[in-house]
């Protein structure tokens, strides 16, 4: 049976109430949680504009690396699927785009012509990967790698995490059933939004964390390469929130675009067998297996929530 956005909205309000209260938790608040789920949508940017593009073929020279035409030849196809952040929605110059910048790097390490080709779109849930990549074999050759972002907007959508890793998964083993690598930076941490309230945004933030690792799961089965952009991009938002988003205070800004390409360079290069350092590691104890660890105490915790002041339905009993 499938997993209903209105069922994990209930689930997830209760969930926030019982780590409140436990069964104590009142009417107060569950009415303050809806009141704070409204509020965040005025918060929440709906964006229907493109981001800006520069796609076509990155040609290394001697002092920095050019853009060619697009009939121009090339070594390695790029591709980069997924939601806004993977089309760059947030800065008005396609050069700060996650893709641009992916394919200047991989021109200038490799001293090899790139060609990117973005294909994701703004809005987009992981349900929409798949006519992401059938759009991509009708249109032409696969990619030699492909670069995945999403979740984000799963979890403002508040889809089911296992259904939304699971279609992640499925779309990595698709492309690596093409012969692409596949790098994806898995959910970012959507708790450093400071504009979303508290505590809705400690529930956000759990309910990502939880994807995050769900995600890096399923990619992993998929033979595809996860990185824990949670872990990696958090603690530079939350110290620099003025410097990292752009004027919608929810997207990234130029700066934070380039510190996300510098976080997937690494593993885009050892994709293709050019990376020969470390590659960059998360904390010991990541976001993710914290939010994993909270999720468990707030279920033990619904247990005796759904025979107290919340009912199974997520209102109240009237006790």
């Known amino acids: 049976m499938g997993y209903t956005r209105g069922r994990a909205a209930r689930d997830a309000v209760r969930a926030s109430v019982a780590a409140a209260g436990g ?4 009417w107060a608040a569950y009415t303050l949680l809806s009141e704070q789920a409204k509020a965040a949508r005025t918060v929440i940017p709906h964006r229907t504009d493109t981001a800006p593009s520069k796609d076509g073929v990155y040609v290394p020279g001697q002092d920095r690396v050019e853009r060619a035409s697009a009939d121009h030849p090339a070594d390695i196809r790029l591709m980069v699927f997924g939601d ?7 800065v008005d110059d396609a050069e700060f785009t996650p893709g641009v910048l992916l394919a200047r790097g991989l021109a200038a390490e490799t001293g090899k012509r790139v060609r990117l080709s973005t294909k994701a ?3 987009a849930t992981s349900r929409g990967l798949g006519g992401q990549i059938d759009a991509m074999l009708i249109a032409g050759p696969p990619p030699d790698v492909a670069v995945i972002l999403i979740g984000a907007n799963d979890v403002i959508s508040l889809n089911s995490i296992e259904a939304s890793a699971r279609r992640l998964g499925r ?13 994806v930076g898995t959910c970012p941490d959507i708790g450093v ?7 809705l945004r400690s529930l956000i933030r759990t309910y990502g964390l939880r994807l995050a690792a769900r995600q890096r799961a399923h990619v992993l089965s998929a033979g595809g390469r996860p990185v824990p952009l949670a872990d990696l991009l958090a603690p530079e938002f939350l110290q620099a ?10 997207h990234p800004s130029a700066a934070g675009y380039q510190l996300a390409a510098k976080l ?6 050892a994709a293709v067998g050019e990376w020969r350092g470390p590659l960059p590691k998360p ?3 990541s976001r993710a297996a914290e939010a994993e660890r909270l999720a468990a105490r707030v279920t033990r915790a619904l247990r005796g929530v759904k025979h107290g002041g919340i009912s199974p339905e997520g209102s109240p009993t009237g006790r």
């Not at 069964?23 to 009142?26: E, K, P, R, S, V």
């Not at 806004?84 to 947030?90: E, K, R, W, Y």
């Not at 929130?241 to 929810?250: C, I, K, L, Q, R």
């Open 241 to 250: 929130p003025e410097t990292m988003f752009s004027a919608d205070h929810f």
């Open 121 to 123: 779109i703004v809005g």
């Open 264 to 269: 997937l360079l690494p593993e885009v290069l």
């Open 283 to 285: 904390p010991e104890v």
């Open 23 to 26: 069964a104590g938790a009142t």
């Open 171 to 183: 779309a990595v083993r698709r492309l690596r059933d093409e012969g692409a690598a596949v790098i």
């Open 193 to 199: 939004v400071r504009a979303i309230p508290q505590p």
């Open 84 to 90: 806004s952040t993977a089309a760059g929605l947030g």
